[in-house]
């Protein structure tokens, strides 16, 4: 049975070491998913894989949809889910290319679907969402950084920022204000969506850029480019040790 889920994000479109054995096209009641679910093994472990942004990495983060995403996941059997993120970074612990496991977030998104629960309820529902992320999955994140000897920090806030746009310098300085300690645009609604389907879900970020205004260069795509290729070695590195452990 394969229960485990990888939501891949920028850079992630494709997991080379994964062995194909079939890809699904699927609907659900909120529409298709962002690809067809790919199952495979990954390091002798059955996984689903999933590329947030699509196949050939079209969809931004304002226009992916969660819902059929997280619904076409659940639908196939997965029960925890692995979501890897590439993050701007407001904290020295999580330099540029880099892993963190986040144990909090706060929601800047706006006009997503974000909920499954809209219509035809028996009775209105509201999820705990104290601690968005499953503690045993990113326990198990922590372990396989520290095992693959990987730089990684095993705390911090995610500030789920609706781009497609980068932040101003203001924007940045009001989330650390506000406790984050990176940025990125698919956290939400993402987490709380596998929360509402009772799915264990933790993310992996990866450090792609110092956020806005955190120096004094101009944040390129060619940096963000550079860093992301290193950040997925080390995600890499962490997934040969998580595939055994889980
Ligand atoms: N901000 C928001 N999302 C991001 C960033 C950033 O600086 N870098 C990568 N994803």
């Known amino acids: 049975m394969t229960n ?14 994964l062995e194909i054995i079939k890809q699904e096209e699927i609907d659900t009641p909120f529409g298709k998913p962002s690809a ?15 590329p947030r942004h699509g196949g050939n990495h079209t969809i931004p983060p304002h226009m992916i949809n969660y819902r059929a995403n997280i619904h076409a996941l659940k639908d196939a059997g997965a029960e925890k889910i692995i979501a890897i993120a590439a993050c701007g970074t407001m904290d020295d612990a999580f330099a540029p290319t880099s892993l963190a496991i986040p144990d909090q977030i706060i929601d800047y998104t706006w006009g997503r679907k974000h909920t499954f629960f809209e219509d035809g309820l028996a009775d209105v529902t509201h999820i705990d969402f104290t601690n968005p992320y499953d503690e045993k999955l990113r326990q198990a994140l922590i ?21 497609p746009r980068l932040e101003t310098a203001a924007e940045i300085k009001r989330m650390e204000g506000d406790g984050c300690t990176m940025v990125g645009m ?7 969506l596998a929360r509402e389907l ?4 933790a993310c992996c970020a990866v450090s792609v850029n110092w956020a806005a205004g955190k120096t004094e260069a101009e944040i390129t795509m060619e940096d963000i480019i550079h860093c992301l290729g290193e950040g997925m070695t080390n995600i890499r590195g962490m997934f040969e040790e998580l595939m055994v452990m889980l």
């Open 4 to 17: 485990i889920a990888i939501i891949g994000g920028t850079g992630l479109a494709k997991l080379a070491e």
């Open 36 to 50: 067809s679910l790919t199952y495979g093994k990954l390091f002798g472990r059955d996984v689903i894989f999933l």
């Open 143 to 163: 372990k396989s950084c520290r095992q693959a000897n990987v730089q990684f920090s095993g705390y911090g806030t995610y500030a789920a920022a609706q781009g």
């Open 186 to 192: 698919t956290g939400m609604p993402e987490a709380a």
């Open 198 to 201: 009772s799915m264990a879900y």
